[in-house]
């Protein structure tokens, strides 16, 4: 007999495969040469994944730093026992840095007072607090300006209670690799990297591909590439698809807490936006919703998986359940649910997918977008 794992105490929930997780993390290793290192992007809980599960699958398989986008983020890391490096990837607000310094974890500087005051408190402890500079290169939105950073470095380098440990931007067109605006990124990075050196400010790491950069152009690898996306499966773009194939590492499923055959015209949710139209139409209730990132938008517009075969999502998709029907055609004859079914929401079942791509299409946003929600309250099941 096979153990399904699954929550106790609530009938929906996620899976995660722990084995595709390790082949993709795998994957993004293979791009490296020795000396190049991988840094793994769990903010936003490992994208709804978890993010000290998925970090420690990604330490044994190789990684050599983490970054997430909290500081509080970064505790959670620690305190589930994670011991490599781990940068934060935006310069938190002062009051952040006791808990930096408590906690080992490396900021983003792009300001010279929260320089100067990390170092200061730094000193106090006894220590020298690492950072990462980052550079601003075109996308706008942090790190300090491309032409700025000699005089950055200048009015910093000088106190010895802070270290930078590397230097890296961000790119915001990466999917067009050979654009304009990518290029251009890309030359005011290795022209402000290279001032730098020659002016004899360390450097540390030199980084900035994330996913679909590291896939797409390995003449910009530098020293490390921060891989998040595609860890989990996930495409960051069309264009990666057919030459960096990864293996989807969460599904979504639940189990039907209800059945029922209300009469034809009989409504179905909040606001009756479905009406039982024809005769021996079975109504599902699946107990997970809108705040377990099953956006309302996708409300009588999805399909879930019951059997192997698409059945429709119908009536407003409510906070915490939502219905699916049943409907016997000429055409198709489905075996009605019973209490206790499993549906999935996201991922396989028989010959049959439904897609993080095709729900994030639905609603208008990206596969992150999806991902990130269905890790809010839903529990994480590791197979
Ligand atoms: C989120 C993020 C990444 C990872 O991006 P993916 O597209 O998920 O690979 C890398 N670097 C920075 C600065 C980020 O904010």
Known sequence: MVLRKEPLTRWA???????????NTRAFKNLLGPRQRLCCVVKADAYGHGAVACAKVMHATGTDMFAVATVNEGVELRQGGIAEPILVLSEPPMTAIDTLLEHNLMPSIYTSEFALAYGERAVSCGTIGKYHMAIETGMNRIGVHYADVLEFRREIDFHRGIHCDGVFTHFATADESNGWDYKLQCKRFDEAVAAMK??????????????VASILDGSTHYDMIRAGI?????????VTRPVFPLDPVMSVKARVTRTAHPAMGEGVGYGFTYRVPRARVQICTLPLGYADGLSRTLSNRMDVLYRGMRIPQVGNICMDQMMVAITQTSRQQIPEAQMGDIMTVVGRDGDAEITMDEMAQLRGTINYEVACGFGMRLEKIYC
């Open 13 to 23: 929930w996620v899976e995660i495969d722990q084995g595709a997780l390790r082949r």
């Open 230 to 238: 595609g860890l989990y499966g996930l495409q960051p773009s069309e």
């Open 198 to 211: 020659d002016a004899g400010y360390e450097c540390g790491i030199v980084h900035c591909d994330n996913t």
